[in-house]
């Protein structure tokens, strides 16, 4: 077992708590600190982690040779500052979603950390929970054939947020999910999100965003908060299989369906096309096992693993970037009324990997 | 009580016997016969009726003066020739979803009734499901409040039909449907419909589409031939309370959910909007118990009404066209790229009624 | 293939029609009659059926030589009557259940049938069902290990009957059931019943039976006819998997979990037991898919296949026979406030096979 | 306000941090300190409420006279020393289920107290839970009408225990909510227990409990360590309505069941009984809206009104000592092979209050 290394939570609000817990309890990791312009609040999160270090200002963070890494948990707006500011202090960073407030900015972010060599990782935390890496696993290994179509919902009864609208708010957990389980990841040319502000409140309320993927499939996504059920649940259907992953069923969170549609290709064209190239397979279903564990506690761990091998992490900052490019792409397309808006690719961003 | 009315089923096929079933057992109708053009088909079909008449040309039909309406079963490319011949017979007409295979033909269809003063009327059976019927009472009064947004899933593994995409297949379901709960019905002024044909099958077997309603609020349907799992969802929110239909819960296929995101229209643009103007009532649920019968009962008792009381059926030749419009629109948007597609509207008609 | 089994459904009451529906249909079997003391219900049906012949008086049907079997479908106490004289007059018997009034009189037809070699079958329709033939299958295969509990629980809102109580109204389905599935049948050694008669309607509306079975597994079924929900679901725990059969949720029937609490027999007495003998496995779960048949089309072929192969029916006479046996214990352990009593066995029932 | 009450938490193993962290965050209560033998375990816990003060010795405490009550939490055999001892120091008591290990400890724990004038309190949590509250006040106001019969399932893949059987380790749940929502408490004549120990576990893992009520009606039980699906699901079944509560179901925890069948009374010896007297009434289902609170900081606030108002505690030592009559009871009978088994009762404990 390597040394430790040594990680400050920069952020004491909502989510930084989250942070310190888990980086405090791995193996991997050593707590170093908690870093907030609040000092109270600060100190409030250090003394229930054990009394580590309270830092009020980030330049003593960084100036620390000690200090290995940063785990960015401040308001979005915030972001682009503080993670520039860390790669350059030559620390690793994990940073909350969303990666920036821009697709710009995000890409002078994942630039730098290419650059030093450092790892940027999205806490993209969906992606590390049991489900979603079993999800992941069965796409790799070919279970379910060429993926025909993906359709996600997320609903409920969710407070409205004063500065972003639904798709901004749920839809980045979606698309983090699809991007991680999608071989490649999600790399569309172009979405269409259509959304409803039926009670004026200034945003949308209700939104779909379509995405065509690569041959011919789709994804769709479908976010609510004025929804009194509570629902998520995701299809992913493919030619030899289709998975479904219902979140709120913890009794059967998977489920891997053998039952497809077959379509004979050499006679598509022929006359009874209807009797003779079209069958179903009723097969069995199938629901594994999930291992319990923490998803943040997996991620504190891929975080590390990532800098010992000096690979990039499983959620790297591209990954934050495919999901602010969509998001961005989303906005366009909800601003013009729900048609096609051109999903912006930054080649230069793969050369420099 | 009247006389019964007469009726003739014209087509023996798939629907036809349910029609022949429902006109032969209800009080207001009295089966006079069993039309098509397939001999051994209709006798079949006439003998388990009661050894009815048997007819193999329209024609004999509509000149039976003893015949009071005819209900039509046959292809939808055939509804157009069928119904007007029957009209101009002087003959009510029922007819299968979808009216016509054009709008246009549908016009035609819904004017000469109009000006014969006939009843055409389309077979939207949902419609007269228990369930569809208590929505429409809900909505109409008043218990919702206003309609924030409408969101219908109709996804099974189904049949990828030879002729039709999964829209044509299946999104007449919910657009009857909401035709029918719709106070003043379906009006969109465009639609937006997106697909995906990733079995390369010729045709959309994945199908969303978005419809706009009035005051920003918003529809959606998604119709999937590819899912393994079987939903049949709609859920109608309101400002005051929303409804949930699960039609596949036998045991409690209507919800009404007293839970609601309210917002203070007045202080929107103010500060501190997060803590001082959105607040959740999370009341009761209620669900009404619904009386047992068959739809297709209850339709053709409407349709002997509308024409006792010389007046429009609840789901009218007009209906049927709202719903073709839609559909039509539909195909355009699919094929433009999911760009939004105008919906139709003809002014004459309305005004001929 | 031989020539079809000619046989004559006798009754025309409630469970007639089905019976003639099937015998009609399948390929084993020509419908050669109905027969019932009421003409004009005996000739409707014989009528759909496609004009079979009519029969009010069972004599003329066990004269007629022709006639390989007999279908009753007559009221219970009329069972042991008509079923002695259709095996005396060397007619093959199905029988609906109950078998008898009495244990004894089903003792005399099981009896004589077997004295005369001839079928004697009860109808026990659950057993073919395409879940309970799976469950069966998945038993005997040995994939759950040894039996540890059976616990069945069919409630509804229902019709409190005026001749029996809700024991004898339900609970033979789940003993027939059981019986099926358990390897060697259902003969426990005695069974305790409690119930309940809240209402005041002169027999128990609420019943629960508990019957040990073999190496100190326990059976128990719960019927109700006062639960305004409905749940008809067995679960079959063993030691190596355990299934659950959920008869509402068409989407899963059976799930087979790979869970089990796994004990070491060698350290039960040491001290630390808790820590060391006791283990859990998480495994997969998994639900076979199940073929689409008419339970009544399976069973009619079963009873053709035991007629031809001269072998004892899968729900013979005997299976009926345990049936009837546990289900008077029952009556006499509810009659006693619920201790434990006997269920008699006959030796030479078994003897004379 | 009066000032706060100040109580000691008495065990810090695996419910003493439950306890610590309500007293410590209510607005009744101050926590005057932990007790523990083992001073580690009791410091730790200390520490986490704010350093609040560690006690090794019970006399400690029981001798400091700002100290108003103590909760116990240590093991159930030590239940009876450390409540005499605080009651004779004059401490209001709360004490972990069950009230002692035997029912004549209890009666005289319950004895002390009531000639002392203090509060003795059963910790039957599951009595404050949000659901729990609003079914005892649906049972209070005559909704349901009177009661016919209540089925309660509690089972899961469980621990087996190392001392008791599942009867004693998941039925006092059950039972407690059993004798919380009942007018006058449960207080059956005697009961019958069958249970099943099919691995040689050397106690029951499959349980079952018949408890015939007053006017016919029936309570059954049913607890179960194997079972590889969770269910937690209580009917109560009245005259007027029937409730049920699927505590698994976040969504839709408690629903009223318009739904019953009537009797009527007046014509139940009449000959045509099935038609005449027997009716449905299919009504509307409802679903409360609950409140979210911690069933322990009710619990902890009804202990304190419990005390101000020298009142007896809704879950008092007299509801503790009811579970255990019929706990000790289920015993008797499980080992008299299912045969009822007489519930003491001692009057004179009614007689002391």
Known sequence: MNAKLRIVVVGAGYWGPNLARNFSAGRDWELAGICDLDEDRARSLA???GHVPVFTRLDDVLVDENIDAIAVATPARTHHAVVMAGLRAGKHVLVEKPL???????IEMVDEAAIRGLTLMADHTYCYTPAVLKIREIVANGSLGEILFIDSVRINLGLIQPDVDVLWDLAPHDLSIIDFVL????????????GADPLGAGRACVGYLTIPLQNGAIAHVHVNWLSPTKIRRMVIGGTKQTLVWDDLNPQQRLSVYDRVVDL????????????????????????????????LAEMAEEFAASIRE????RTDGLAG?????????????????????????????????
Do not use: F
């Open 183 to 194: 071989p490649g990841g999600l790399r569309p040319a172009a979405v269409s999100a259509h």
């Open 100 to 106: 920036a407030d821009s697709r710009e900015r995000a």
């Open 264 to 295: 004979d290709q050499q006679s598509v064209d022929e006359v009874d096309r209807r009797s003779s190239t079209i069958s179903y397979r009723l097969g069995d279903t199938w629901s594994p096992a999930l291992p319990e564990h923490e998803a």
């Open 321 to 353: 970037l495919r999901v602010l490019s969509v998001l961005e792409a989303a906005s366009r397309s909800l601003a013009d009324g729900g048609n096609m808006a051109k999903v912006e690719c930054d080649l230069l961003v793969d050369a420099a990997r």
């Open 47 to 49: 003394d229930r982690m």
């Open 310 to 313: 000096q690979r990039s992490a």
